[in-house]
């Protein structure tokens, strides 16, 4: 049986950046290209009007900043998950972005294998950060030199013990293997988690521990 097909939507405001992408995504016999939008107020129109699977969002846009779009699908549709595509590797945008509720964030001159991998790595159901813009984005992101583990006193033992872990990017099978747990306990444990500290994804749940001081 074949995978099933990936509906993805562009928004970016740059012709020779969105040509070349598009020619990308065309050639993928498990993606479909259904559209494209130049700011983030026709980004927002043409989820509601097409609900993608996956949007690829710039951030610096006329009209509507690719921010403010991100929050407003995420708001109103659990289908489309957005990935920020963007040359900023150190700026609070790509901050604001993950409390937007954005799944992935690449720099726009990854590699075609590396984005059509992260394109189906968040259909998936994960979410996805260029190593590039990590170190950058969680050190902005940091706002503590101490740290806080009175945010996390809501989980319990083994929560706090998959958190700690999931903490540093590990996926589920590395936590699994780690725990000596089935990584569908794994999996359970980290829906727990994000549920009891209100976070959308495990992007938010780096960025959450980083923000309290919560990584050695």
């Not at 097909?5 to 992408?21: E, H, K, M, N, Y």
């Not at 710039?58 to 407003?72: K, S």
């Not at 190593?131 to 101490?146: C, F, G, H, M």
């Not at 000596?180 to 359970?188: I, M």
């Amino acid at each position: 049986m074949s995978a099933p097909t990936i509906r993805v939507a562009l928004v970016d405001d740059q012709p020779l950046f969105s040509a070349g992408l598009k020619m990308i995504l065309r050639s993928q016999a498990d993606i479909d290209f259904i559209g494209e939008a130049t700011d983030g107020q026709a980004a927002v129109q043409l989820a509601e009007a097409s609900a993608p699977d996956v949007m690829l969002m710039d951030i610096r846009m006329p009209v509507m900043d690719g921010i403010t779009a991100t929050a407003r699908i995420s708001k109103s549709s659990s289908r489309t998950k957005v990935i920020v595509l963007t040359t900023i590797q150190h700026d609070e945008a790509v901050v604001r972005a993950i409390q937007a509720g954005a799944a992935g964030f690449l720099t726009k001159d990854a590699t075609p294998e590396f984005l059509l991998a992260a394109i189906r790595t968040v259909h998936s159901g994960h979410s996805v950060i260029a190593p590039s813009i990590t170190n950058e984005l969680l050190r902005d992101y940091t706002s503590a030199d101490q740290g806080n583990p009175a945010v996390i006193e809501v989980l319990s033992e083994r929560e706090k013990d998959v958190f700690a872990l999931a903490s540093t990017g590990l996926s589920n099978a590395e936590i699994a293997a780690n725990l000596v747990l089935s990584e569908a306990t794994v999996k359970s444990h980290v829906g727990a988690i994000l549920s009891k500290l209100h976070l959308k994804n495990r992007i938010q749940l780096v960025a959450f521990a980083h923000q309290n001081g919560l990584l050695t």
